[in-house]
């Protein structure tokens, strides 16, 4: 595993800073964007955003929001067995609230639970990833950034484009979408859609078993119908239909003895256990969405209702020939979730504004949850069948208004009330002896606010600088595998942070650059830890982190287009006692050192185009449950590629991904006798087409 310096890092960062100041020759274009719920220019809205188009995610082979993450700054991502675990300037997945502090929102549509987080992108029309807290504006989950994706708005003419790629491992993958006027300029109709199937690169040796250990399957369809029987009146009803299932997981299982640096990818490729072990998810949404123009005034209302169907299934130490043999886990869950909002929002005014209403209620019935497994030489088991309820309302606004031709303050707030209750009925035995049976009930009740402010100075037609603090928040809960019915032991209290962040933009006719520097101060902040044999959730009470970003574009030439970003941080606990130990001082789990890319891309007049990626991470810290400890794994470099030509309607293209098979951990998680690493993937190369029309 070869190991990105500090001094690689900073050199991808000056070769980017380097040439933004050469000469120039062509123009970018001007940006808009949605992050404050109203449209604006991207240079005006105080906070760190960035913009991916339709455009960038073909050239650079973005097929999902893992691809999506990569381009961010100190954002981090790891696909595990637990479903898509996020993290964001040391702000982690919370595990037993099951939600990410990012969160993804498509059209108005929230995708917050870590097993539906990765919608489909086939008829994206812009993605902005906002950076930072974004609860006031969109709720209670989104302590650390938004993804907010933009799907295209139909014409009367009816366009789209069907793609298909091929790729080494078997892996193929098919999307299309199409939309149009059924009635011109009144009723609108649009499908889209992706196929996707792979063998993985891990093989199973254990007799009777697939050998594809880790294959994947994966459908997304959805569809529309908008209506405009005015042109102030919108009504756009989507229905979404979302399928995937995954086998194994990319990495490998060991009995905890080696460390988790001298586990390699070379290792997990071959694997042997003995139990099929797989999670299928399945998710049906319907979202409505309601607008009226007034003259100065915006109404909006987005209805949504998702059901999500999550069964999983997995050997109990994902290894043969021990005494676990035969023997698995389970988590069956089903999750019914409603949200309303209502929005009012400025326009045509000096001052622009927004405010609104959110509602959501959402009921998670899980079990069968548990395991099996050895002990002193008799079966264990346990399980829990449980059904939480929660309910959550809340008021928000924004005023954005100038104090002067080149300033102007932001104030905005959300009061919030979430309220759970839980109630789990557990079963252990031991060698068909019941060793506890119980019935936990508990509920709580979270009130909090909101506040944001900031201050954005226009220093010139082209370059912004701003100064913001806002406060993150992710309420609590409850452990789904009570330990005891004591509710001291089986709830964790909200996490709450406050956000200081001093930004500058510029974006000018031939290059942009954006520069973030911010502090995070952490309480309560969320931790995954081990007692004994089992997975929780607990609280440490304090904790921070501080660093930079970077993100910048630049066209060398008419041709050739250079894009990077670059963020360092450091993310530590000052306060955390796991009851075992201390790990004050101690870097913050799954945050990498720094993460960084660099792009450069070829643009030929006669079609012909291609272009070379880099991205890095630095070092990333995780915790050993079954040694108490916190560990440090080894950063890569990865390099991508791909040459294509595009010919009327026609876009050909190869690829090529890791191009030097370099390799590094992705999650870690072990506790006494079981330690599963994941990695990334290796080389990977394939080519593919796609026909607009």
């Not at 991502?77 to 990410?100: H, K, P, V």
């Not at 996490?495 to 942009?512: F, H, M, T």
């Not at 044999?533 to 060398?556: P, R, S, V």
């Not at 876009?651 to 098979?661: E, Q």
Request: hydrophobic share 30%.
């Amino acid at each position: 595993m070869k190991k990105m310096s500090m001094e690689k890092c900073i050199a991808v960062s000056l070769i980017v800073s380097s040439v933004l100041y050469a000469n120039q020759t062509v123009t970018l274009d001007e940006v808009m964007v949605n992050a404050n719920k109203i449209e604006e220019n991207i240079k005006d809205v105080p906070q760190s955003i960035t913009v991916i188009s339709e455009e960038e995610l073909e050239e650079k082979g973005i097929k999902k929001v893992a691809d999506i993450i990569k381009e961010i700054p100190n954002m981090n991502i790891s696909d595990s067995m637990s479903g898509g675990i996020s993290s964001f300037r040391g702000l982690n997945s919370s595990m037993f609230t099951n939600n990410n502090p990012i969160v993804i929102y498509v059209d108005g549509v929230p995708y917050y639970d870590r097993f539906d987080f990765n919608p489909s992108l086939a008829n994206v029309e812009q993605i902005e990833v906002l950076r930072g807290p974004q609860g006031t504006l969109y709720g209670k989950d989104a302590i650390g950034a938004v993804i907010n994706i933009i799907t295209k708005t139909p014409s009367n003419e009816w366009k789209g484009k069907v793609g298909l790629e091929y790729g080494n491992y078997n892996y193929g993958k098919t999307t299309f979408y199409a939309s149009g006027a059924l009635i011109d300029n009144k009723l609108f109709a649009g499908i889209n859609g992706s196929y996707k199937s792979d063998d993985g690169w891990i093989t199973n040796h254990y007799t009777g078993m697939d050998k594809n250990a880790n294959k994947k399957k994966d459908r997304k369809t959805s569809a529309f119908l908008l209506y405009k029987p005015t042109d102030a009146l919108s009504a756009k009803l989507t229905l979404t239909d979302n399928y995937e299932k995954k086998y194994f997981f990319d990495g490998i299982s060991t009995n905890g003895t080696p460390s988790v640096n001298n586990l390699k990818r070379d290792t997990a490729k071959d694997a042997s256990f003995d139990v099929p072990t797989w999670e299928r998810t399945l998710v049906k949404s319907q979202a409505l969405n309601v607008s009226y123009d007034f003259e100065n005034m915006k109404l909006e209302s987005t209805t949504t209702h998702k059901k999500l169907d999550f069964d999983g299934d997995y050997d109990s130490d994902y290894r043969s020939n021990t005494v676990d043999d035969g023997l698995n886990q389970f988590n069956y869950t089903q999750t019914d979730t409603w949200t309303q909002e209502f929005k009012l929002s400025g326009k045509n005014q000096n001052i622009k504004w927004v405010t609104g209403f959110y509602f959501d209620k959402e009921k998670r019935e899980q079990g069968p949850y548990g395991q099996q497994m050895d002990y002193f030489g008799a079966l264990y088991y346990a399980n829990s069948n449980s059904v939480t309820e929660g309910k959550a309302q809340a008021v928000f606004g924004q005023t954005m208004f100038p104090l002067s031709e080149s300033l102007e303050l932001t104030l905005g707030a959300r009061y919030q009330k979430i309220q759970k209750e839980m109630a789990a009925d557990v079963l252990n035995t031991w060698g068909g002896a019941t060793m506890a049976e119980f019935r936990y009930t508990d509920e709580k009740t979270w009130n909090t606010f909101l506040p944001k402010i900031a201050l954005s100075w226009a220093i010139n037609d082209n370059t912004t600088t701003y100064t913001s603090i806002s406060k993150g928040y992710m309420p609590g809960g409850f452990n789904y595998f009570p330990s005891t019915n004591v509710s001291s032991d089986n709830t964790f209290e909200a996490q709450k942070s406050v956000n200081y962040e001093i930004g500058l933009k510029y974006q000018g006719q031939q290059y942009a650059l954006n520069v973030a520097l911010f502090r995070m101060n952490i309480e309560d902040i969320h931790i995954y830890k081990t007692v004994g044999a089992n997975f929780l959730t607990d609280n440490a009470k304090k904790a921070h982190t501080q660093g930079i970003e970077f993100d910048g574009k630049y066209y060398l030439t008419e041709n050739i287009e250079l894009s990077g970003a670059l963020g360092l941080i450091e993310a530590k606990y000052d306060d955390y006692d796991n009851g075992t130990r201390k790990y004050d001082g101690e870097r913050i789990e799954s945050t990498p050192r720094y993460t960084a890319n660099l792009g450069v891309a070829y643009f030929g007049d006669n079609g012909m185009y291609g272009r070379v990626d880099f991205n890095a991470r630095g070092n990333t810290n995780y915790f050993d449950g079954a040694n108490e400890q916190i560990v440090e794994t080894e950063g890569a470099i990865i390099s991508n590629a791909k040459i294509g030509y595009k010919i009327g309607d026609w876009d050909i293209y190869s690829y090529i991904t890791n191009i030097t098979d370099e390799e590094y951990i992705t999650f870690y998680q072990s506790k006494t006798g079981l330690s599963m690493a994941g990695f990334n993937e290796p080389r990977r190369f394939g080519v593919g087409a796609i026909y607009k029309f």
